[in-house]
């Protein structure tokens, strides 16, 4: 009889507290009084991580090949900063005594931890791929107990703060050192003279300055604060300056979905015209390909196309051929010594130097086998799709927006690059910050919900 109880659809908020006003009331002036404190905190993470360990440092052939031997997870620096950010926010986070905002239940993102610690037990050398799971542990730990403590908006408003802050100091650098751009002693002369601020490589501080480019265009469209509009043309003019091709194809076409993205996103009827876009961009893409299929076959049977990366990919390519099923441990297949299973694969002198298969996708694949590239499409693009098709409100357009195109430009990013799970590399830190900010703000939205409906029985039991 329960079985055929009617349903019908309502709205059931997800959370069943008081609303975010009513619960400020109570808020003990402790927990305030320690936001402040959260938000620098977070705030210095993000700038050491933008600025790294040598900013403006020089580079010659000889210090990349002692940075290549000495990449093994080992640096001092580095293990006892991560650790100290994460107790330091560990510590606010018990002294607060609040109720958090937001509660970690992103389980497909653990369990893809899980399968990378699991996969570091086969690798050529487990322990230097433990310590290499572990940092992204550690670096996923403090966005997400920072989210907790700050709640979306306030992370958004810090990550904006140090994207723009960075813009500043690598547009003040250009005249003051000559060490902002590339110098002649560069072994890759196509990078001489290209901008980088105080970033490592040209190609990073492109990705940060795009992605730098589209967050300021959304803050200037919700506010009209005629500086978001300086800062993003200053962000649009310094990725010109670093020659990064990948960046600058991405910067308008992002801007471009992203903006579509938040006019379209506010129905069903409206997301489903915003599907039907998506749908049509990888109809044409196919349509391109058949087109233009015997020039695009010359280009990958050319190792030196895309700046030398299909030669790179074949390395990767070579071993998964041989070792199709597990991978060789997470973080255990480039830069491992002498042991690095990608020596046995090299077809060219400078791949000595990569340290990664300059692909996403290939390089979780590579490394965790594919287990790990489905989990990674799961947690990282599936997901994250319903989280923006959603979850997005008028009151949270700018963070969802603002998320939505920082996670696409990292999806056509990692195409040509890696910046899933390298190490602390700034785009990935940016990346995990708006993944914490659109499943938080997915997580906050009313959405209507089936439950049953209790009939009211008639006198005598009958319905």
């Known amino acids: 009889m329960s079985l055929a109880l009617p349903w019908h659809r309502g709205r059931v908020p997800l959370r069943t507290s008081a609303p975010a006003q009513a619960r400020s009331q109570f808020t003990p002036s402790r927990a305030e009084a320690l936001i402040p404190v959260a938000q620098f905190v977070y705030f210095v993470f993000l700038m050491m991580i933008f600025i790294g360990q040598q900013p403006f440092s020089s580079r010659n052939q000889e210090q990349l090949v002692a940075m290549a031997a000495n990449n093994d997870g080992s640096d001092i620096f580095k293990q006892a900063f991560f650790i100290g950010f994460a107790l330091l926010l560990t510590l606010l986070e018990l002294v607060r005594r609040y109720k958090p ?69 690598c547009w003040v650098s250009l005249p003051l050192t000559p060490n902002a751009v590339h110098p ?12 980088r601020g105080f970033f490592f490589h040209k190609n990073i501080a492109g ?28 962000a649009f003019v310094f990725v010109v300056g670093t020659k990064s091709k990948t960046s600058l194809a991405l910067c308008f076409a992002i801007l471009a979905v992203s903006s579509v993205y938040r006019v379209l996103s506010q129905s069903v009827a409206k997301r489903a015209v915003l599907l039907l ?3 049509f961009g ?12 015997p020039l695009i076959e010359r280009w990958f049977a050319d190792p ?3 700046t030398g990366r299909v030669s790179i990919w074949k390395v990767a390519i070579d071993y998964l051929a041989d070792h199709p099923y597990l991978g060789s441990g997470f973080g255990g297949f480039w830069q491992v010594g002498e042991l690095s299973p990608a020596h046995q694969y090299l077809n060219q002198q400078f791949q000595m130097l990569t340290a990664h ?14 287990v790990g590239l489905v989990l990674l499409l799961v947690s990282f693009v599936v997901l994250p799709a319903y989280w923006f098709l959603t979850g997005t409100t ?41 993944l914490a900010i659109a499943h938080a703000s997915f997580k906050s939205v009313e959405r209507p919900r089936w439950h049953r409906r209790t009939p009211v029985l008639a006198p005598g039991g009958a319905a």
């Open 101 to 169: 905002q937001y509660r970690f239940t992103y389980w497909p993102l653990l369990l893809m931890l899980g399968w990378f610690l699991i996969s570091c037990a086969w690798g050529v050398d487990p322990f230097v791929s433990f310590k290499r799971a572990m940092q992204q542990v550690i670096v996923i730990y403090i966005t997400f107990v920072s989210l907790a403590l700050l709640g979306p908006e306030r992370i958004y408003r810090t990550l904006v703060a140090a994207l723009v802050t960075s813009l500043l100091i």
């Open 184 to 195: 002649p002693t560069e072994s890759d002369k196509a990078l001489i003279g290209a901008w």
């Open 207 to 234: 990705a940060v300055m795009a992605l730098t480019f589209v967050v300021t265009a959304h803050a200037y469209f919700t506010t009209r604060k005629w500086h978001y509009a300086l800062f993003s043309v200053m």
């Open 277 to 279: 876009l998506v749908g």
């Open 282 to 293: 990888m109809v044409a893409f196919l349509a391109l390909y058949i087109v233009f299929q």
């Open 304 to 306: 030196t196309a895309f």
């Open 357 to 370: 298969s300059h692909n996403g996708y290939l390089e979780i694949l590579v490394t965790t086998g594919p």
């Open 394 to 434: 008028k009151a949270n357009a700018t963070l969802m927006a603002s998320a939505f195109a920082i996670w696409s430009f990292v999806l056509y990013q990692n195409l040509l690059e890696t910046s899933f799970f390298d190490k602390d590399r700034q785009v990935w830190v940016i990346f995990l910050s708006s």
